[in-house]
């Protein structure tokens, strides 16, 4: 191993952990069965809002097979489940933070909200018994919409009478109202980002167990931060001592942010799994996961973006009504607040901007981080609203944004971050010339001549990942610590194993994060192993989300695999008789400097574990290092992305005919995956832009999408061809990889660009808006509106 | 899932009697409907009688001016048969458009028209062709068949055997999808016979019906021309999250001249 090879960072490395995928030799929460399993269901509410009158649980105990049956009075002195971030309001008081009980208590708040939980000889078993469970309610209005639920006169919660949260504000009001005072051209802008359904193809699952035998718990669950849900079940919900609980999520089949989240079904099967002395089986069924899994977006916005003669961005003012759903879940309220009014800026060097957020409660499920998270209801509004100002000063959409581009770095935005590196403008020249711009009136009069509408759309979008440092996100009302922990763990042979805190759910964690060890030590990728998701083997971890893992946690096994040459330099030294600073290690040799005087890695991995001829007196033997990281601060990719779509003007429908997206992620270790990442955030975006919208009935608060039959996932077919390139970029200046995430960039950046586009083919018709998701349904709507208002 | 007996009869006499005898048991062709309502607790039958063993209720056969297919034949049978590909390829390609791969090799034609979906196909190529449906005891003509939402002339115990397509001179099928489910938002069936012009459309009522105004037009000359400047009314049409009646009253026509052009082209 000590001859030098080309560097695997870089290279489109096939996934390690795909051939276990695609053979059905994975392992998911569902595959494992536990000696004497038993299985759990839950009885859920059917109404969106009532008080629990009474609930009788006698037949369903009496039923064959049952072994439990739990309701909210059992579970009285347990805590509710947390949540993770504290916002204060502009007054200076708390946000609103009602207790979230694992099984309801007196009331229901939303169509799911679970009641009972039935354990039983199998999952047959606890569903007839649950049908046995006579529950009374007292139906009481729900209040749904969002916009109107301060007004409802119901309240979701005894201590917010008005459904308020919190309402919380950034930036510099009186600035940005002198500015809009003297502005040459005001654009305003109304609209709705839609409600989202998650949608992971492998449903939340969990299996719990007490072991008397030693007093511990293992919960094996689909979860992206198994340390976080072990830290927010033992400190605040059930009192366990942590080191008596341990939590695994194994193969996870896909999170998109869901599977972030403390559940309170997970915590109940944790409580009874001791009470039943047996193991629990709970898995999702879809209309479940429908029903419970945190739900994404919600917004609806109003924004006004003053402009000078030029062009000019002069100031930006944002108010937004954020929808937390029934309950507070996890990260809720930092989503419209930190990952979204401090993302307004985007490219632009637009001097000062105000946003308020109003969050409100609501008899809908919880809502929380989705693939993105406060950045696309951020990117959505600013890249509607720059491109309508293009229209209404006849400025080219591109053009108008080049104007504004910010061009120096470090730079500060009015609304608290700092953006380290990036180039704009090299990622917009390089996407229109990717999509070929120039081509599209000739593409368009194409289309034309077939009867069909032809019409192009932008957006340049920018993206903070990694949430930190610690200190600031403390600041800003985080109650953990965002850093990453990792161990790199040399064995005796000189093969590699790799701990990490952060979790792959389809990331491609085992691949990538191999290459950067291996090209550390100058291994083969299989000399490499990656272990994550078990809070018994690795040390400690914050998940994954916000596109954080190889920023963060990559920066943590990068900081621990320095620690193991640090230390292999010396023993270098010692076996070779030379000192510290005359040791070089190159192409994954030890040697000293000039001479042919060498030792491979694995001789040194050797002589750690087998220290005869060792400096024992200076050096512990064994090659084995741990190490946090704590970002000093978020990483910004940032892209352009043009939409071309064709629509039918006849009956509405819209087909994407290309999709082009250009990004900068600073340095990339995998660029296959990261390719696969962006073609799978384009398929969400795009789908929240024609396809996906979560919809209730606003008088019953009954999910009126409540299945694949009416709610529409992308399917392959619904997409075109993406052209996607990942320019030299600008690497990050302040992790030691240079790497800045790519898991959300294209779910960000592509819905405005979408929207943009048939806004542009509808133009000519007079239509000015089109809400998402665009169906053929709302497009022939609008255009049948602006015929008869023409 | 409730628990229930399975039986699986070996003729159409048997069969037949055991509906009879048993009148909370259901008739189990290709189970691409049923077994999701079992599923989901909205039916809970006594007892599946299993068609499945039927040989003589399978496929396809030309005789003279029809094609006789079995009610037991696979949407994918039809779709891929090559009698229905020659002679009947408005047929074929409506087949090959139902769900997806695994619905199309179990769900059978005589399921889906026993089940009358007001947003299935097959509805729409046996009224638009003025098809016939043979059973255990008569032969029902399409225009009798489909009496409403989820209801059909068919007797509690009588059993599909066949259906007896006609051949048109012309025909097509143009469905617009519900983007979701992809089931019918609307669809429409055209065909000519002789003088004879039928329209039948699917997905937008509350079962499938044809349009007399755009059957008449059609008649005066069968082209898309034919249809300019006629509208449908959006009475009695569905509404739902993905279309109101009027968007379906408005795709009708449309898609009737797109299904017109197809079917001369």
């Known amino acids: 191993m000590s001859t030098a090879r080309a560097p695997l960072i870089g290279q489109p490395v096939e996934r390690k952990e795909d051939y276990r995928f695609v053979t059905g030799t994975g392992q998911y929460t569902d595959d494992i069965v536990l000696p004497r399993q038993a299985y759990a269901a839950f009885v859920r509410s059917p109404h969106a809002h009532a008080n629990l009158l009474s609930l009788d649980t006698t037949a369903a105990r009496g039923a064959a097979g049952v072994l439990g049956v739990y309701t909210g009075k059992d579970l009285a002195n347990v805590g509710g489940v947390p949540c993770g971030w504290l916002i204060h309001s502009t007054d200076g008081t708390p946000m609103k933070e009602p207790k979230h009980p694992i099984l309801a208590e007196d009331k229901v708040r939303h169509v799911g909200d679970p009641i009972a939980l039935i354990v039983a000889e199998s999952v047959r078993a606890a569903k007839s018994a649950a049908a046995l469970i006579d529950v009374e309610y007292d139906a009481l209005p729900a209040a749904v919409n969002p916009a109107t639920a301060a007004a409802s006169g119901t309240a979701v919660h005894d201590i917010a009478p008005d459904n308020i949260c919190f309402t919380w504000a950034v930036g510099d009001k009186a600035a940005v109202d002198s500015a809009f005072a003297g502005a040459a051209h005001v654009t305003r802008l109304s609209l709705i980002n839609n409600r989202l359904i998650p949608n992971a193809i492998e449903p939340r699952a969990a299996n719990a167990q007490y072991s008397p035998a030693n007093d511990s718990y293992t919960l094996y669950v689909t979860s992206q931060n198994p340390h976080v849900e072990r830290l927010l079940m033992a400190a605040f919900v059930l009192g366990i001592p942590e080191h008596k609980l341990r939590v695994v999520a194994p193969d996870v089949g896909g999170g998109f942010g869901s599977k972030i989240y403390l559940y309170a079904e997970e915590a109940a099967l944790v409580w009874a799994s001791r009470r039943v002395g047996r193991p629990i089986k709970w898995t999702a069924e879809r209309s479940e996961s429908f029903l419970t899994d945190a739900h994404g977006r919600d917004h609806v916005t109003t924004a006004e973006l003053a402009l000078d003669a030029d062009g000019k961005f002069l100031a930006l003012r944002v108010d937004t009504i954020a929808n937390m759903g029934a309950y507070l879940s996890t990260f809720a309220p930092c989503i419209p607040t930190i990952l979204h009014a401090t993302l307004l800026a985007g490219q632009y060097s637009t001097p000062h901007i105000h946003c308020q957020v109003r969050a409100v409660f609501t008899n809908t499920t919880p809502v929380d981080a989705y693939r993105g998270a406060g950045r696309p209801e951020a990117t959505y509004l600013l890249e509607r609203i720059v491109e309508r100002a293009a229209r209404e000063l006849a400025i080219d959409p591109p053009e108008l944004r080049r104007r504004n581009f910010i061009r120096k770095f470090p730079y500060a935005t009015p609304v608290g971050l700092t953006y380290d590196t990036g180039d704009y403008e090299a990622t917009l020249s390089r996407a229109l010339e990717l999509a070929d711009v120039p081509g599209f009136p000739a593409r368009k009069a194409q289309s034309e001549r077939r009867g069909l509408l032809r019409g192009i759309g932008y957006s340049c979008y920018i993206e903070a990942c990694g949430i930190a440092p610690s200190s600031i996100a403390g600041a800003l009302g985080a109650r953990a610590g965002l850093f990453e922990a990792g161990e790199v763990r040399v064995h005796p042979t000189g093969k590699v194993t790799v701990f990490t805190g952060s979790h792959s759910h389809g990331q491609g964690h085992e691949t990538t994060f191999a290459q950067v060890v291996a090209d550390k030590f100058g291994l083969a990728l299989q000399d490499v192993q990656i272990e994550h998701g078990d809070t018994a083997k690795v040390l400690f971890g914050m998940g994954t989300y916000g596109s954080r893992s190889l920023a963060v946690g990559g920066s943590a096994i990068v900081k621990a695999a320095d620690k193991i040459l640090a230390k292999g330099r010396r023993i270098a030294a010692h076996l070779l008789e030379a000192s510290d600073e005359d040791i070089e290690f190159r192409d994954g040799t030890f040697r000293v400097k000039g001479t042919d005087r060498s030792k491979t890695f694995a001789e040194i991995a050797l002589a750690a574990y087998v220290p005869h001829h060792y400096p024992i007196e200076q050096l512990e033997p064994g090659l084995n290092e741990n190490a946090f990281y704590d970002p000093p601060n978020f990483t910004f990719p940032a892209g352009s992305y043009v939409c071309e779509v064709e629509l039918d003007p006849q009956t509405g429908a819209a087909r994407i005919d290309r999709f082009t997206a250009c990004d900068d992620f600073g340095n990339v270790v995998n660029p296959m995956i990261v390719e696969g990442q962006v073609h799978g955030g384009l398929a969400q975006g795009i789908g929240q832009a024609l396809l996906e919208g979560c919809r209730y009935d606003e008088q019953s608060g009954q999910l009126l999408t409540g299945s694949l039959l009416d709610y529409t996932l992308p399917r392959a077919d619904d997409l075109p061809g993406f052209l996607v390139e990942t320019v030299k970029g600008t690497p990050c200046e302040h992790n030691p990889l240079g790497v800045k995430g790519c898991g959300e960039a294209g779910a960000i950046g592509s819905p405005p660009a979408v929207i943009n586009a048939l806004l542009d083919a509808l133009a000519p018709y007079g239509v000015r808006e089109l809400e998402m998701p665009a169906t053929p349904f709302r497009i022939w709507r609008a255009l049948a509106a602006a015929r008869g208002t023409r | ?265």
């Open chain 2, 1 to 265: 899932m409730p628990s229930l007996s399975y039986h699986r009869p070996s003729s159409i006499t048997e069969a037949v009697q055991m509906a009879h005898d048993d009148p909370d048991a259901k008739l189990l062709a290709g189970g691409q409907s049923i077994i999701p309502s079992l599923k989901l607790g909205l039916l809970a039958p006594s007892a599946f009688i299993d068609l499945g063993g039927l040989a003589d209720l399978r496929g396809v056969r030309l005789a003279g001016r029809s094609l006789r297919i079995g009610a037991m034949s696979s949407h994918a049978e039809v779709a891929n048969s090559a009698d229905v590909r020659k002679h009947l390829p408005a047929l074929a390609h409506l087949a090959s458009g139902i769900g997806d791969r695994q619905v199309r090799n179990r769900g059978t034609i005589g399921g889906s028209l026993a089940n009358n979906d007001p947003a299935a196909d097959y509805p729409g190529a046996v009224l638009g062709l003025g098809a016939e449906l043979r059973t255990d005891r008569r032969a029902i003509p399409a225009d009798s068949f489909f009496q409403g939402l989820f209801a059909t002339a068919l007797g509690p115990d009588e059993i599909i055997t066949a259906v007896e397509f006609p051949l048109p001179e012309r025909a097509a099928y143009v469905k617009f999808p519900q983007p979701a489910s992809r089931f019918a938002l609307v669809g429409v069936f055209v065909s000519l016979t002789g003088k004879s012009v039928r329209v039948a459309v699917t997905g937008a009522g509350a079962c499938v019906f044809r349009v007399p105004e755009l059957e008449q037009a059609l008649a005066r000359g069968f082209s898309p021309e034919s249809l300019a400047g006629i509208t449908m009314p959006a009475d009695a049409l569905n509404t739902d999250l993905h279309g109101s009646a009027e968007y379906r009253a408005h795709l009708i026509p449309v898609l009737t001249r797109r299904a017109v052009a197809q079917a001369l082209a």
